[in-house]
């Protein structure tokens, strides 16, 4: 089992950038596929970005794509999220989230293990 910790979330202005991090403990950090999902107030929860145990693979989908990017150092035992050009529909709670499932057939309730969230707000 695996624990996880976001922190790097803060109030930006439209257009700035932030990194977020999510720190691992506990199991093994390699054998998680990893991802980054956010809610903002009064929506549903939604993926913002997947990477593979290895790092190699991600996927993104449309509302992020070319504007966030994540990454993980599998020896910090850390995943981040590199977020650009952001916007005031960017904000909401961000949540770092592990799996063991293969992240090509994961589902969001195949990620059972969870951070407890950073806010991100970016005013206009």
């Known amino acids: 089992q695996v624990q996880l910790a976001e922190s790097g979330g803060g109030t930006v202005q439209a257009g700035d950038s932030l990194r977020l991090s999510c720190a691992a403990s506990?199991?093994?950090?390699?054998?998680?596929?990893m991802a980054w999902f956010r809610q903002g107030s009064g929506k549903e929860r939604g993926i913002v970005a997947q990477i593979s145990r290895g790092g190699v693979l991600t996927h993104y989908p449309d509302s992020v794509k070319g504007r966030f990017t994540i990454s993980r150092d599998n020896g910090e035992n850390t995943v981040y999220l590199q977020m650009s050009n952001l916007k005031p529909e960017d904000t909401a709670i961000y949540y770092c989230?592990?799996?063991?499932?293969?992240?090509?057939?994961?589902?969001?309730?195949?990620?059972?293990?969870w951070g407890r969230g950073t806010q991100v707000t970016v005013s206009s």
């Open positions: 506990g199991g093994t950090f390699s054998n998680y596929a």
């Open positions: 989230a592990a799996t063991t499932a293969n992240w090509k057939f994961a589902t969001e309730s195949d990620y059972g293990y």
